[in-house]
């Protein structure tokens, strides 16, 4: 199996490859014409090989180059290719919410599918995401990667920022054996959110470690206003940990000058990279790579 890092994805695609037993790694040649087309080229041929291609599509740019990357693949002779999405841009608009609208995320999905034999993501925006795939989806999470980080470090509670968070932050409480709560969340707008403690609260606040667990931070309104929250019932320390951290614009500053710690995998390339989905990823791979 070959893993092909594209650029937005190239150290996690690294990591996978040594995760496959050191499967041979290659980065191929991006540049950019002087019109802002992109061109790309990979080395040699793939005649009959199983290739893995990783690239998270955050911007646009990373979308185009997916898609030529996959072109070149096939044109090279692969015969598998399996691509590794680890951030999957446009997840957020699954449906349409209004009459006109795209259902942006399927836009991708086809468009990524047309030379793909199956693909992989990490915790995709919901459930309905998963739903616009017509091949065969795979979806690692990057709750076992974090809390494998968390194993090594002081932790008392975890705490989901919103109700649709849950489920991550009870699978993450089953691997530490913590307790969790999730807060009350309402959102003003895409910048602002309130926040509010439940009526139960499982353990008594004051001087406990304390964990934010989200799968996504991009404006880090949330965090921000879950770690003032915390703050004022006089909680001991505060991290913030996310699957994605996307951190647009002053984010990560801002969620620092409140927070003790931020941590994030490497779905995409940020200052609070510290967990790894790797092996997680590989595993998916391991059980659904080799062709038939
Ligand atoms: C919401 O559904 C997500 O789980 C995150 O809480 C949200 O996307 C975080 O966004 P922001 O960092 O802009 O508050």
Request: hydrophobic share 40%; glycine share 6%; net charge negative.
């Amino acid at each position: 199996m070959h893993v092909i890092g594209g650029s937005a994805s190239t150290a996690l695609a690294e990591r996978i490859s040594r995760e496959l037993g050191n499967a041979p790694f290659a980065i191929p040649f991006v540049k950019r014409f002087p019109d802002g087309e992109l061109y790309v080229r990979i080395g040699g041929r793939l005649t009959n090989e199983d290739v893995v291609l990783v690239q998270s599509t955050r911007g646009d740019q990373d979308i185009i180059e997916l898609l030529l990357l996959e072109d070149a693949i096939r044109e090279a002779g692969a015969r598998r290719l399996i691509v590794v999405v680890p951030y999957f841009g446009y997840a957020r608009q699954d449906r349409s919410f209004f009459p006109g609208e795209p259902i942006s995320a399927r836009v991708l999905a086809r468009h990524i599918e047309q030379d793909a034999d199956a693909v992989v993501t990490v915790d995709l925006h919901s459930p309905s995401t998963r739903s616009v795939f017509a091949k065969p989806a795979y979806e690692a999470t990057g709750i076992p990667a974090i809390a494998r980080l968390l194993r090594e470090r002081p932790v008392d509670l975890l705490v989901s920022p919103d109700k649709g968070g849950v489920e991550r932050v009870r699978r993450m409480s089953e691997l530490l054996d913590k307790p969790w709560l999730a807060l009350e969340k309402k959102r003003i707008d895409s910048d602002h959110v309130e926040l509010a403690l439940p009526e139960h609260v499982p353990v008594d606040l004051e001087g406990k470690h304390v964990i934010i667990v989200d799968d996504v931070i991009s404006t880090g309104g949330t965090i921000v206003e879950a770690a003032k929250l915390l703050k004022r019932r006089k909680v001991g320390a505060i991290a913030a940990a996310c699957t994605h951290g996307l951190f647009l614009r002053d984010a990560f500053e801002r969620i620092k000058a409140v927070t003790d710690d931020v941590y994030s995998t490497d779905t995409l390339v940020n200052p609070a990279e510290k967990a790894s989905v790797a092996p997680d990823i590989a595993q998916i791979l391991k059980r659904e790579g080799p062709s038939p």
